[in-house]
């Protein structure tokens, strides 16, 4: 048992990495409060309010019993803003979106994502391997300030440079497959627009968002359809890893441990989902997974500092020149509003034939105005218009869908992401303590990938040279297997 003189250490300790946003590990213990929608409002201690009923196989999210101070915080988060908390969920499931908004609230830490940026370390140092990481747009403009940077500090090419002194043996960039959402995205909703039906209806929302993929799936079923059966950049990355970089390479993809590098607590469970395992059914291998492990903005953090590397100090690097060029468009859609963005201006390439105008390549209905939680406009491709939607907000969804489902508003394409501001403030991301201490924010992350677009020489996705290659080298009739998913 803990002595008084044990626990007062606890806190200071905790006061002391409260400063960096990095969680106190002890022991790693967790408890679970209920499962499957059951236990609500149960396991708080007497007078006071219980954290979230969290399952202790929940693949994304823990709770750590002895730092929980029953403050009640992350259960009121997800029941008013991600509007979660308290909804009756199917027999069996549990009532969690996995989004980990509300480990970003918790001072305290009493949630954080389940920890496994271990496994890394142990898969470098096994020769037998060959670790392969991929770095997310949002990761890079973020972690900058895990280590007291500027807010919006892009260290791209630093944290190349440090993967590799880790010993990671290649560094890709997840934006080179965000280029490759976005066409296919790009060519299915031409298709629904022009073949509307019972299969494929309209609206057409985005999939990219794991978070919201399984706000659909136990709240919404009957959505499905209306889902794109385009995959995340994340998991378009790991299939083509272990398929079209491995054989460009001449890595056996059985020997490949793929990394993401996610803002996303959401993605951990994600990697684990059916047809997540395309690379190993295309090579016969079907327990061969496309992700590996998925490791949030915090996790990095922690992974550096196990091996004493300090973000500012890192030697800058360069990715690998296989699955490593990008447009301004695949740098955006971490934004809110970014694979909207970035969808319509290929869509307007595919139609008229040309490079959209340059009112495409800052689109004021998708970025404007920005703290809005329905943004909506009516946007012109030349050849036709379309009605578009921006979801900021999870918790309005419900709102949104009554209003389509009443024609009180016509939409044929929708964006939703499960964090508030997107990506960037997606909830593996800085705990909005560390980011009100050095004064960050989301929004400096999301002009930090803004200005990543507008310095690019390609904006948009279907001239990136390499996506480019890899349809004519590559995908043709693969690209149905390795880039969709069925919505089930």
Known sequence: MKSHNDSRTTRREMLKTAALGLPLLIGGEQTVFGQGGQG????????????????LDNPSIQHHKSRCRSCGRCREFCRMMTTVFGQPVPSGEDACIQCGQCTTFCKRFGITEKYHYPTVSKAVAEPELMTVASTSPAIRVALGEMFRMPPGTNVESKIVGALKQLGIAHVLDTTFS?????MEEASELLQRLDRN?????????TSCCPGWVRFVKLFYPALLPNLSTVKSPVMMQGALVKTYFAQKTGIDPAKIVHVALTPCTAKKAEILLPGMNAAGVSLHKPEMRDVDIALTCREVTLLLNDKKIDMQQAQEATFGTQMGSASGAGAIVDNSGGVMEATLRTVYKLLNGSNPPDEFLNLRSAREPANQSVRQATVDLGKRKVDVAVIRDIGKVPEFLDAVKSGTRKCDFVEVKACTNGCVGGG?????????????????????????????????????????????????????????????
Request: hydrophobic letters at 35%.
């Open 428 to 488: 593996g991301q800085p705990s909005r303590w560390v980011a009100r201490d050095i004064g960050g924010s989301p929004q400096n992350r999301q002009n930090a990938l803004y200005q990543k677009d507008a310095a690019q020489a390609v904006r948009v996705s279907c001239d990136n040279p390499q996506v480019k290659t890899l349809y004519d080298e590559f995908l043709d009739e693969k690209a149905k297997t390795l880039l969709h998913v069925e919505m089930t």
């Open 178 to 182: 965000a280029d490759l959402t976005i």
């Open 40 to 55: 609500r409002g149960q396991g708080g201690p007497p007078g006071r309010r219980a954290p979230l009923p969290i399952a």
């Open 197 to 205: 039906g019972t299969k494929n209806p309209l609206p057409m929302f």
